[in-house]
């Protein structure tokens, strides 16, 4: 059985992907920050919930120490605070966790990824390839991650690990929760998407679960959006 390690995975679209890649077979641990988002994650066969703080060097190491193998790392340990992030202190600590957090990840995973000839999916955003004037730092580690994406992709082929990056658009999480209540705001999003409507956590999931199988093997160092096309307009 193939073993995936999901940062973030305890919510949002970090649950979704584990949910997805659960249900095709993976064992996967599902990492949130805090023993509350850890109890909160919802119940589900193949998905082990753990507390881990991507910005701690001990924490991550003790963690990827545990592991006899893995297959698959999925970077979706995030945080986003609209309106703040022109303060440094807090520009700092959102780099930390979306940036810095995915390095961090990715390099304490290498050897066990290099010895199954595994794969990582960074998550980017629509906010890789435009900017966010409410979120600078969110912006500015998101076009990081895709930056990043690409650099390990060239690094690291020759160890047999490919690594890709999905780029979400507005998907339904708890995290959007108020944009989608805001009637305006909504129609703003939703008018500028050809789709006309959010995406659900588990389309993500379905394209990472993608990326990291064996119908995949020649794809590396792409930033995909899953975004019902809104950054094509």
Known sequence: ???????????????????????????VIATGVSEAEVAAC??????????????????????????DRLDGLVNCAGT?????????????????????????MCLACHPLLAASGGAIVNTASMLSFFGGPLVPAYSASKGGVAQLTKALAGKWA?????????????????????LREDRAREAAILGRTPQGRWGQPAEVGELVAWLLGDKATFVTGTVMPVDGGYAAM
């Open 42 to 67: 919802p119940g589900a066969p193949g998905i082990e919930p753990r507390r881990l703080d991507v910005t701690d060097d001990g924490a991550v190491a003790a963690l990827v120490a545990g592991l």
């Open 80 to 104: 986003l605070l609209r309106g703040q992030e022109y303060d440094l202190a807090v520009f700092e600590k959102v780099i930390a966790v979306n940036l810095t957090g995915t390095m961090r």
């Open 1 to 27: 059985m193939k073993r995936a390690l999901v940062t973030g995975g305890t919510g949002g679209i970090g649950f979704g992907v584990a949910s997805v890649l659960a249900a095709a077979g993976w064992s």
């Open 158 to 178: 020759a160890d047999g690990i490919r690594v890709n990056a999905v780029a979400p658009g507005w998907i339904e999480t708890g995290m959007t929760a108020g």
